[in-house]
């Protein structure tokens, strides 16, 4: 919910960028680039202040599901919000 983001308004977080493995993984690491940027935009835009978000981009490293099946592959495209503690 967009509205709990407001209520840490100090709390730093990174946004990282996910894909499946379908593709080239230069390829993969600039979608994910894109994605984690995407989301980013958005939330500045609906208030959450630019300086405690940051993007980061994984492609294809970091799958969650099987990256084998259809199912898997859409799982792995994604985006994660971690909070960045202790800064």
Excluded: W
């Excluded at 946004?15 to 940027?37: Q, V």
């Excluded at 300086?51 to 599901?65: D, F, K, M, N």
């Excluded at 084998?68 to 909070?83: A, D, L, P």
Aim: glycine content about 8%.
């Amino acid at each position: 919910r967009l509205d709990t983001s407001r209520e840490y308004i100090l709390v730093p977080v990174e946004i990282s960028g996910h894909t499946c493995s379908m593709g080239h993984p230069e390829y993969n690491l600039a979608l994910g680039k894109r994605r984690a940027d995407a989301a980013r935009e958005y939330l500045i835009v609906k208030g959450v202040r630019a300086e405690r978000l940051t993007s980061a981009t994984y492609g294809e490293t970091r799958p969650i599901a099987d990256n084998e099946t259809r199912q898997g592959r859409q799982i792995n495209r994604r985006t994660e919000f971690h909070v960045k503690k202790g800064e």
